[in-house]
């Protein structure tokens, strides 16, 4: 699986949009880019996942460029609940994919 | 709430003894993965489980077990376990017929090692 890079930290005002950039400049044609986030003692959820199409789901929007080459998770309107650290990953679909985290960037909403 | 229930949430054991976890995998779903997160880390794959075989495996040795049942629900066992194996290990269950990168978390069983 193409490995990912995300800043460490980042903040946002409670009610603004949190864009959260991820690179992955060595995607393969067949990996899809996923998003799960981790609140504070908790198991990852997943947000979205998305090919090369924009994708948004009632949780979240992905923006993935052209080149594949990186993506945005936009959080339209952050709360304090959003508060996690978001996990950007990199995987082909099928029965053993594996999920490869890193270390995520870690989004503080401030009231 | 994902429908994946892990016990125990918490233990604690002593170097060299074993432990085992168990998870319930959310209905319907028929892969579980075991994943362990040390203090600050992203969590790391350890293995997955299709059909009660194993389907895949990470990076770790083979003091880590597992057992899948036929009613989908999961054992992780680690003998002779060692202080680095403290750490907050996750069950995640999926349906193969769905896309296999979704996953459904359990909220993990926190082991500490002394």
């Known amino acids: 699986d193409a490995k990912t890079t995300q800043p460490p930290s980042m903040d946002c005002a409670e009610g603004r949009a949190a864009n959260l950039p991820c690179n992955h400049s060595?995607?393969?044609?067949?990996?899809?880019v996923y998003w799960y986030r981790q609140i504070h003692s908790q198991g990852p959820q997943y947000i979205i996942h998305g090919l090369k199409n924009n994708e948004t789901n009632e949780m979240a929007s992905l923006i993935i460029t052209e080149d594949r080459k990186s993506s945005t998770l936009i959080l339209p309107h952050a709360t304090l609940r959003d508060t996690a650290v978001y996990y950007c990953i990199v995987t082909r679909t099928g029965a053993n994919s594996k999920l490869t985290f890193g270390k995520g960037i870690t989004l503080s909403v401030r009231p | 709430e994902t429908g994946v229930t892990q016990s125990p949430t918490h233990l604690i054991k002593t170097r060299g003894q074993q432990v085992t976890l168990r998870c319930s995998s959310q209905s319907g779903h028929n892969t579980v993965s075991w994943y362990q997160q040390a203090l600050g880390q992203g969590p790391q794959f350890i293995f997955q489980y299709y059909r009660e075989e194993e389907n895949g495996r990470g990076n770790f040795p083979p003091r880590f077990s597992g057992l899948q049942f036929p009613n989908y629900s999961s054992e992780l066992n680690v003998n002779a376990l060692e202080l680095d194996d403290s750490a907050l290990y996750l069950c995640?269950?999926?349906?193969?017929?769905?896309?296999?990168?979704?996953?459904?978390f359990g909220e993990g069983s926190r082991l500490t090692v002394l």
């Open positions: 060595t995607i393969s044609g067949n990996e899809y």
């Open positions: 995640a269950s999926s349906d193969t017929g769905t896309s296999a990168g979704e996953l459904f």
